[in-house]
């Protein structure tokens, strides 16, 4: 049935032509930039515009195709492999491709002037090539090799800026930190290959995801497989407790924060989960383990983001609430909820990135937002698209899109029958969202120019040239355009999945869907918008009335909530001490541990090999001594007497004829006599 | 004194003298001359016991007497073609000087 429709069988260019794009960008000169950024924007366009074109097939009719083949054989099974093309995997596909063009876009203007603008553009290609190959893989193991590539890609781009210390710390904490989820992703996926012998998803009916393989197993092992699956998730999507590396990652370009770090591979944890959802869903024990972690993680982070200072670090957490949100969505109101507010997300928050990054760029490198202020004067279209950012994130009721999306979430958490805590520390999330938003956007936008009025003792001649203030400009068009355009899609995306008309949910759980709004008054779901929008006024109105009064003067200046709490604030601002917990117990034990080993290897595994070092090195020296003072003298004696023999036989050869003649007249005369003698005798 | 007695210290001295000259003389002609008179001595002998032997034959002793001397006389021959090409090799027919190492 597959092999018939075109578009499935030509489903792998998708990824395969950023591929290329990223394998002809490898071989590039560094002066070759236009080139490098065209192909790579020529192939995300093309791959949008499939990708468009396989939505579009879905549109009239959600089904779920697949093309499995086989891959390698392993023992007697043939491991197989394929790619498949459902509602889901359409939405993300459309929505990587078309954020990742408007990125690659921006990126043109963000790395001008950065000299490894080809390199970058390879690895970007590389990235969003992994990344589409992940969305379509119908087999957990070829989703598993593009995670890979993923978390790859994601280390080279962190670490871009390699000469900083910083990036490349950061981009290591990454690779490892992602690398702790994966093993459990990996064993989980090991674990279900034993059990069910097929890491296809889908398979007409033999797939790992499918009723047939999942009756196989037992409760006990579905929950614990579903939960090492969910530790990749964790890892990548930068849930409790392997958040840290997220944060960090802001090291990186700023588009690299927009494109993987906030829209795309950190979502690719709640895809996964979403994906392997059938198996998640027979154990409920693993999808409570999933909304507990999520609605966690969205307080935890966005009570962190509260005390940063960084742009891009609040960003950042922020965006490890909002994978929060979208992890308890799955967890407590299955894929359709978690997977709207992903899409939802990685628009608005791929546009505050970006508008970071257009701010950052506009300031010559300034990313400390107490260093800022005044912005929104000199770059108005950065404010005003940053500013629906803002909302949407916020979740601003109506006319944004985090509203609907975020809405979604806190009605099921509501309804979920379990526990109500995953749903109050939701609500209080919300609030705090638009709270340290409202902080972030008075700091940046409002207010004055700020800068430390004492000359830089270092270099005071050079402050006043390298004011960022001063050569602070709006910035060109590639950037700002793709800002518009994300900031279109902030708004219009929430009215897909409104109660009244729940497309892209029934979308995605291949049903059809009619306008309703009758929807709106029932379960309760009038007086939940109500109240959370109250929260988010709540917020805004806490965070203008604290941090948008009075703008602080100065840089120096203490925060006022440092101010009212500074121990809190402290804590808050070094992320609860996760960091500093790590350092103490994981890494610590990991010190010792490779301390021991060190010891350990130096002196007693290495013993044994020295010990038959100097075995074999002893045995060496009497095979020399036998063979130099035995075998070779004697054969050396042997060698001179008979040398010695013939030079004595070659005395007699003297080449004087009538010596010969003489020999042979002395041995005739003996002979003579012999024979005479012999004779009488 | 038998006549074969004669004879035969006859050709004793022959080769004697012949064996004297090839030992002595240090031109190889000379060396060949004295060895053309131990042949010599030689035929000697084979006429000798032919003349006074007990079953003398007309083509016993003489015929391989005369063989002998056809012999030698290409003997001869092959030996003064070999003192030549010696000499026009090595300018001398100096028995002393033909060792065949270098001088």
């Not at chain 1, 359709?336 to 300031?363: P, Q």
């Not at chain 1, 500013?387 to 975020?406: R, Y």
């Not at chain 1, 708004?491 to 869907?513: C, D, K």
Request: glycine letters at 10%.
């Amino acid at each position: 049935m597959a092999s018939t429709v075109w578009i499935v069988r030509y489903l792998w260019l998708i990824p395969a032509l950023p591929l290329l794009a990223a394998g002809i960008g490898a071989l590039l000169k560094q002066r070759q930039r236009r080139f490098a950024a065209t192909i790579a924007i020529g192939a995300m366009g093309i791959s949008l515009v499939l990708a468009l074109a396989a939505f579009a097939h879905l549109l009239h009719e959600p089904q779920r195709l697949f093309l499995n083949f086989p891959w390698m054989q392993a023992g007697s099974d043939w491991v197989k492999l394929g790619w498949m093309l459902d509602p889901l995997a359409a939405v993300m596909l459309v929505m990587v491709t078309f954020v990742g063009l408007l990125i690659f876009i921006y990126s043109t203007a963000y790395m001008h002037h950065d000299e490894n603008f080809t390199r970058f553009f390879c690895f970007l290609s590389l990235f969003a090539g992994a990344m589409l190959g992940l969305l379509i893989a119908n087999s957990l193991l070829l989703l598993f090799m593009c995670w890979e590539v993923v978390g790859l890609t994601s280390y080279l781009l962190i670490g871009f800026w390699y000469e900083r210390p910083a990036a490349a710390a950061a981009a290591k904490k990454a690779f490892i930190t992602t690398r702790v989820g994966d093993l459990g992703l990996l064993l989980g996926m090991v674990w279900l290959y034993g059990q069910t012998g097929t890491l296809l998803f889908y398979d007409g009916g033999a797939g790992c995801m499918e009723q047939g393989p999942l009756s196989l197993l037992t409760a006990k092992t579905l929950t614990g497989i579903a939960l090492l699956i969910f530790c990749g998730a964790v890892g990548k999507s930068g849930q409790l407790p392997l958040h840290v590396w997220l944060p960090d990652a802001m090291e990186g370009p700023t588009p690299v924060s927009a494109l993987i770090h906030a829209a795309t591979m950190v979502a690719a944890g709640v895809y996964l989960v979403a994906r392997v959802y059938p198996l998640m869903s027979v154990s409920t024990n693993a999808l409570e383990v999933v909304a507990w972690v999520g609605a966690l993680t969205a307080i935890f982070a966005a009570l962190v983001a509260v005390a940063q200072d960084d742009i891009k670090r609040i960003l950042a957490y922020s965006t490890v609430s909002q994978l929060g949100y979208m992890m308890l969505g799955i967890g407590v109101g299955g894929v359709s909820v978690g997977i709207f507010h992903l899409i939802a997300h990685a628009f608005f928050k791929a546009l505050l990135f970006l508008g970071a990054g257009s701010v950052i760029h506009g300031l010559m490198g300034e990313q400390d937002i107490r260093e800022m202020g005044g912005v929104r004067k000199w770059m108005q279209v950065t404010f005003a698209t940053y500013a629906v950012g803002t909302l949407a994130l916020c979740g601003f009721p109506l006319f944004f899109s985090g509203f609907w999306s975020k809405d979604a979430i806190l009605h099921a958490a509501y309804g979920w029958n379990i526990s109500r805590v995953p749903f109050y520390l939701g609500a209080i999330g919300a609030l705090l969202t638009a709270f340290y938003m409202t902080r972030q956007v008075c700091y940046v936008f409002f207010g004055h120019k700020r800068r430390d009025p004492a000359p830089d003792p270092i270099a005071p001649s050079e402050t006043a040239a390298s004011d960022p203030h001063e050569a602070a400009h709006e910035s060109p068009a590639a950037m700002t355009v793709p800002l518009m355009i994300l900031a279109g899609f902030a708004v219009l995306l929430g009215f897909i999945g409104t109660p009244a008309w729940p497309w892209l949910q029934a979308f995605l759980e291949m049903r059809h869907s009619g306008v309703d709004f009758g929807q709106l008054a029932e379960n309760g779901l009038l007086p939940l918008m109500l109240g959370s929008s109250l929260l988010v006024f709540a917020g805004l109105g806490l965070g203008w009335w604290i941090y948008g009064r009075r703008p602080i003067r100065h840089a120096a200046d203490a925060d006022a909530l440092e101010k009212l709490q500074p121990a809190v604030f402290h804590a808050l601002r070094q992320g609860l001490y996760i960091d500093q917990l790590y350092a103490q117990t994981v890494l610590r034990l990991a010190w010792w541990v490779a301390v021991v080993a060190n010891w350990l290897e130096r002196w007693v595994w290495s013993g044994i090999p020295l010990m038959v070092s100097a075995l074999t090195k002893g045995l060496g020296w009497i095979d020399f001594s036998l063979d130099r003072w035995v075998v070779n003298k004697g054969f050396d004696e042997g060698c001179d007497g008979v040398a010695d023999g013939g030079r004595l036989l070659a005395r007699l050869q003297d080449g004087r004829v009538q010596n010969y003649l003489r020999y042979l007249g002395a041995a005739v005369a003996a002979l003579a006599l012999f024979l005479l003698l012999g004779h009488r005798g | 004194m038998t006549p074969l007695t004669g004879c035969l210290l006859v050709s004793s001295l022959l080769f004697a003298v012949g064996l004297a000259g090839a030992l002595t003389r240090r031109n190889t002609i000379l060396v060949l001359v004295g060895i053309e008179l131990m042949l010599n001595a030689a035929n000697l002998n084979f006429v000798a016991f032919w003349r006074f032997g007990h079953h003398a034959g007309p083509s016993t002793g003489v015929i391989f007497g005369l063989f002998s001397i056809g012999v030698a006389a290409a003997e001869a021959a092959v030996g003064l073609a070999l003192i030549l090409a010696v000499y026009r090799h090595a300018k001398t027919t100096d028995l002393s000087q033909l060792t065949g190492r270098p001088q």
